[in-house]
């Protein structure tokens, strides 16, 4: 459990072959209800395809719990060993090659924070080839639901001039807060990284709200729409 109410749980292909998959992309699980109506809900791929990450080939997915939803239900009585149905991957929500920018905006709530985890070999690349910058504002109610932080913490440590994690918490803060910490919600804290754009590129995942509130405040901001790429996650049963 990432968080009270977040699993993350990982997968091998039943053909033993690696998920060939672009980070950012993502699956869907295939499953039926209850009266055996089909439907199928989609998860980022939050594998991180580096040794470091000690993968292995997995195929790794957040899962949030929706108390009563028929995906929990699938989720949570799954034993080790036990087999999904699943297609992909789909999406183009990836870094694109060809991108000239000088810096990544990353925006995230909740579980739409999994893309990034995967991208972080890329930024890792990114950064040593030339010199990118990051910086990815992750909004959270609590610290306890600040899903793969300490490894985003990790990768700022190891990148300080390049890549900086800015947790915000809506309802409570750690109780010794790193000085990056904020208190309140990811849009309210934008307009302090100033966004540029001759210089940035942005990314949006997570609640449809605070999509498209970043997304008019960065249009405002004077970002083409082109270099404003969203992602929206919402939650069902």
């Known amino acids: 459990m990432l968080a009270p109410s977040v699993a993350h749980l990982c997968f091998e292909r039943d053909d033993g072959q690696p998920l060939d998959f672009i980070p950012g992309q993502f699956l869907q699980v295939h499953f039926?209800?209850?009266?055996?109506?089909?439907?199928?809900?989609?998860?980022?791929?939050a594998t991180r395809p580096d040794a470091a990450a000690g993968s292995s080939g997995a195929v790794e997915i957040a899962v949030s719990y929706v108390p009563g939803g028929a995906a929990t239900a699938l989720f949570e009585g799954l034993d080790i060993g036990d087999r999904v149905q699943a297609s992909g991957p789909f999406g183009r929500f990836c870094l694109q090659q060809g991108d000239a920018n000088a810096r990544y905006l990353l925006i995230a709530t909740g579980t739409g924070v999994t893309p990034y985890r995967a991208m972080l070999p890329q930024f890792e690349a990114l950064i040593a080839e030339r010199g990118v910058g990051i910086v990815l504002l992750f909004g959270a109610r609590t610290p306890d639901e600040l899903l793969y932080g300490d490894e985003f913490r990790a990768f700022a440590d190891a990148h300080p001039a390049r890549f900086r994690f800015v947790p915000c918490f809506s309802r409570e803060l750690p109780?010794?807060?790193?000085?990056?910490?904020?208190?309140?919600?990811v849009q309210q804290f934008l307009p302090e990284f100033a966004p540029d754009p001759a210089r940035d590129i942005?990314?949006?995942?997570?609640?449809?709200?605070?999509?498209?509130?970043?997304?008019?405040?960065l249009k405002a901001a004077g970002l083409d729409v082109k270099h404003v790429r969203r992602e929206k996650y919402v939650s069902s049963k």
Do not use: Q
Request: charged residues 20%; proline residues 10%.
């Open 202 to 217: 942005a990314y949006l995942c997570g609640n449809p709200n605070m999509v498209d509130a970043c997304f008019e405040a």
């Open 32 to 45: 039926d209800y209850a009266d055996g109506t089909p439907t199928r809900r989609s998860y980022s791929v």
């Open 175 to 185: 109780a010794d807060p790193h000085p990056d910490v904020r208190h309140g919600y």
